[in-house]
């Protein structure tokens, strides 16, 4: 069974920093691409972050980068998003999906109903 759970949320003013983890199970982790994706309140989810855990090769929303690092520890099945530099528009509940994928057109996304948990982030201005 593919499990993903997301932590390490909290409260954090503008201009902070949190790591967030999604530990993965279920799944051969070193062949999948592991995403996270965030629902700000009264917003659809967007997908911010796409590693592919193989080689380490990432992609991050306009929105996101230069500010967050998603990095990989295959040894522990786990995806960090490290997040600096934070802001009251980051605010939302995060959440880890395998399959996720990048394009052009579309950026983030996941075909995915293996969602999880996920962690709530409130950056205060």
């Known amino acids: 069974e593919v499990q993903l759970q997301a932590s390490g949320g909290g409260l954090v003013q503008a201009g902070g920093s949190l790591r967030l983890s999604c530990a993965a199970s279920?799944?051969?982790?070193?062949?999948?691409?592991i995403g996270w994706f965030r629902q700000a309140p009264g917003k659809e989810r967007e997908g911010i972050s796409c590693?592919?855990?193989?080689?380490?090769?990432?992609f991050y929303a306009d929105s996101v980068k230069g500010r967050f690092t998603i990095t990989s520890d295959n040894a522990k099945n786990t995806v960090y998003l490290q997040m600096n530099s934070l802001k009251p528009e980051d605010t939302g509940v995060y959440y880890c999906?395998?399959?996720?994928?990048?394009?052009?057109?579309?950026?983030?996304?996941?075909?995915?109903?293996?969602w999880g948990q996920g962690t709530e982030v409130t950056v205060s201005s």
């Open positions: 590693i592919f855990a193989r080689d380490g090769t990432a």
């Open positions: 999906a395998d399959q996720c994928m990048y394009s052009l057109r579309y950026g983030i996304t996941t075909v995915s109903d293996n």
């Open positions: 279920g799944f051969a982790f070193d062949n999948h691409a």
